[in-house]
């Protein structure tokens, strides 16, 4: 901790804190004992651009592969070449280059996930920005590119810690609202995606580490209840400047249709649309925020209802009352925001499996052939399917996956063998 801390220290000092850094936008007096100065923090030192950089290299040098049989005219145009990065270089020449010029802000972040974390603005609004959330994905990505180095380099336990070091970055942006919620599972699945590509390179104590993180992740209930609450107090106190500005919540037809109503009504009528408004908003995100913090039963993936019809050319209070209700937490709107966390939760569940899967393997030098064999009866099942999760082992590999849930599908990681890797016997196949 203390190499840590003054590592911190030194890269604050080469980087110091502008006026127009997000921490100086966010926090006017930082106090250290936040963990969001120090994801603010690590934003302002890797900056808004050069990750883009690279990234958008990268694209254009897969995208070069691709139309290589297709002749000159079907050539990518050459973006700007990164800071460090010759034409001609490898995509893990490019990688490295990046992860030695932007990785250190992954020390940053993890000084932030030994601390608690919380959004540091008193309360939001509909208009309220946060600038950082973009910012955080970016970081996300540079973690994910620092493991996928480590794994390139063999050094399969350090990229295994940095990627649940990312996932705790992303869960610790949770609690906040449910914009910064979907940010949080964005996150999550970037370092996922990474997870999924490198499954056959994991030594037994990477398998049992990743094991240990899913385990007590699964353990700690999700914050919705605090995010939805947020949420609501975002909203409903942002009423008065929905009315006066409709375009906050409107799109550009349904504000050209209900706006000059919702703009010329009287004090009378402004304060009844409110009330009624705010009930029903209440009622929604109470029902929810019951159901999401009991049991995956209770999640309302299978809810097929829908909110009743705006009716165009009514511009009586009641009307648009369901109007800006349904804009601002309709049905659609629900069961898209309650199947990507049903998604990402499935997913740490399978993650875990694959760990288990992965120690079995070790431990008996084949691949088990059934679920039982490596899985307890909790482990095993699926609690948003109903079901226990689908195992079926092949020749040399196996498939892992969850049927899904209504609108997605089947879920899974997908556990790919590495050929060159299986024959310097990192994974051998089953005897």
Known sequence: ?????????????????????????????????????????????????????????????????????????????????????????????????????????????ELGNRKPVSDPRPSYSMSTPVPELGRFKMLAKIYANRAHVEFADGRSGLAVKDLIEGMKFGRGLFGSTVISSMVSIAIQAIMLAEFQEHLGQLSLTDAQLIQKYCRATLNTPLPMGEVLKREFDAVTGSLDEIIDHPSVALNEDLNKEFGPALSSLGSAERQKLKGLVTNSMHERY?????????????????????????????????????????????????????????????????????????????????????????????????????????????EGSYRLFSIGIPGLGPIELKYRPLPNLQQAGAIRPPA
Not at 29 to 45: H, M, Q, V
Not at 289 to 318: G, M, Q, Y
Request: hydrophobic content about 40%; aromatic content about 10%; overall charge negative.
């Open 1 to 109: 901790m203390v190499l840590l801390s003054s590592l911190v220290a030194f890269v604050a000092l080469l980087n110091p804190q502008s006026d127009d850094s997000l921490l100086a936008k966010l926090v006017h007096s930082p106090t250290g004992k936040n963990g969001y100065e120090d994801y603010l923090r690590a934003g302002d030192i890797a900056g808004s651009e050069l990750w883009g950089k690279y990234e958008t290299w990268i694209a254009y040098q897969r995208q070069l592969v691709r139309s290589a049989s297709r002749g000159p005219e079907d050539q990518p145009e050459m973006p700007e070449v990164p800071l460090g990065v010759t034409p001609g270089m490898s995509e893990l020449s490019v990688r490295k280059v990046a992860n030695d010029r932007l990785g250190g802000v992954c020390a940053v972040i």
């Open 286 to 394: 109470a029902e929810m925020a019951f159901k999401l913090t009991s049991s995956a039963s209770t999640w309302p993936l299978n809810d097929a209802s829908t909110d009743p019809i705006i009716r165009k050319e009514d511009h009586s209070v009641s009307n648009l009352a369901l109007l800006l209700v349904t804009e601002l937490y309709g049905k659609d709107q629900q069961r898209q925001y309650t199947r990507a966390l049903a998604r990402i939760q499935i997913q740490l569940r399978l993650l875990m499996l694959h760990g288990k899967l992965i120690d079995y393997h070790w431990q008996h030098n084949r691949w088990p052939l059934n679920i039982e064999e490596f899985a307890d009866p909790f482990s095993a099942m699926d609690p948003f399917s109903g079901e226990p999760f689908h195992y079926e082992f092949k």
